[in-house]
């Protein structure tokens, strides 16, 4: 309806000429601005500029659900997928890369400490050095840990357990760990020194521990059984890489160079050679079975056929031999351990097992 007096008439000029004036509004609708099909140049200045932020708004929104579905798929790898992910398996049972991690990261923490406490002057070639341990510590561990699951099985059946105070014994020891401490050791403190390093909880360490107690209560169990006065020969060995090593150490005995020179100067068992090759007195079963069953065939002052065996070929010869001797301590202890060793050999041999580390569990668990 038209302005019917004047003064309505002038306000309603007023109100177009400031309309005229007026910007157009920046708030333009999704719906107002011309699909693709139409002409950009159709489109005034407030509509692009607002197309334009829609696009930019959108592309946004969108690159963040691919960044963000990214991120959750490597979460997800790295916290669910990854740690599942098998690194053996025993008989079907499968060993998840979490407890390898666990377990690797306390054997670090471990060699690490040892190798503080080792004397400079050993040699860092010896296989049983921590510096040589730690360089191939991240392929040994699947071994170790698989050892020790089929130890568990074993155990049971053996009917041999360990209680809180033996598990507890042996955690103090670890704790303590190599060389001596002072009076006033404060345990605790040394505990939580341990979990920061390993970043792993009470009951990761306590249940690796707990393994290793019931390895030691094997092994007694295992020990109990052998003669504590066994059948012993005292004898010298050379040990050579090669059949052909071993024919040419032959050759040279034979030419009545003394056993002793020889072993210092060819055998590659570095402990013995030192000592002309001399073991001094040997039980029954310390040593692998070839060389048991040849060197206890023969009498005192007779040498053997070059024997082999997994740690390469051997020229025996044995000075004295008793039905029954006592053995010494460090004797007893080898024994028992080699024990132990061919007990777990034969639970490995008598199980399907399949190693599956790969580069990138391995990658993980260090990264932990």
Do not use: C
């Amino acid at each position: 309806m038209s302005p019917r007096t004047k003064a309505q008439r002038r306000r309603a000029q007023r109100d177009r000429r400031r309309a005229a004036r007026k910007p157009a509004q920046a708030h333009v609708g999704w719906r107002d601005v011309p699909n693709a099909v139409r002409d950009w140049s159709e489109l005034t200045r407030a509509q692009r500029t607002a197309a334009a932020a829609k696009f930019v708004a959108t592309s946004a929104i969108l690159i963040l659900m691919i960044v963000g579905a990214l991120i959750g798929v490597a979460l997800h790898g790295e916290l669910v997928v990854r740690p599942s992910e098998p690194v053996s398996s025993i008989n079907g049972e499968p060993i998840p890369a979490s407890r390898y991690a666990d377990f690797l990261a306390l054997r670090q923490f471990e060699l690490s400490r040892e190798l503080a406490h080792t004397p400079r002057t050993t040699d860092i070639r010896d296989p049983s050095h921590p510096q040589s341990q730690l360089s191939t510590v991240t392929i040994s561990a699947v071994t170790e840990l698989t050892n020790v699951e089929l130890m568990r099985t074993a155990a049971s059946a053996l009917g041999v357990a360990v209680d809180d105070a033996a598990i507890d014994a042996a955690l103090d020891e670890f704790v303590r760990g190599p060389g001596e401490v002072a009076d006033d050791f404060d345990f605790e403190a040394a505990f939580s020194d341990i979990r920061e390093r390993t970043q792993l909880d009470t009951d990761t360490i306590r249940g690796f521990i707990a393994d290793r107690a019931l390895a030691d209560a094997v092994a007694d169990h295992l020990a109990a059984g052998l003669d504590p006065v066994p059948a012993q020969i005292r004898a010298a060995q050379i040990v050579v890489a090669t059949e052909d090593d071993a024919d040419t150490v032959v050759a040279q005995l034979d030419a009545f160079q003394p056993f002793d020179l020889v072993a210092e100067q060819a055998s590659t068992d570095s402990e013995s050679a030192a000592n002309g090759g001399d073991l001094g007195w040997v039980p029954r079963g310390l040593m692998p079975e070839p060389w048991d069953q040849a060197a206890f065939a023969l009498r005192p002052g007779n040498r053997s056929k070059p024997v082999s065996t997994s740690l390469g070929w051997h020229v025996i010869l044995v000075h004295e031999s008793t039905p029954s001797r006592k053995l010494d301590p460090d004797t007893a202890e080898r024994r028992r351990q080699v024990t132990y060793d061919n007990w777990l050999q034969a639970l490995r041999s008598a199980a399907e097992i399949e190693f599956l580390l790969t580069p990138e569990i391995i990658d993980w668990a260090t990264r932990r």
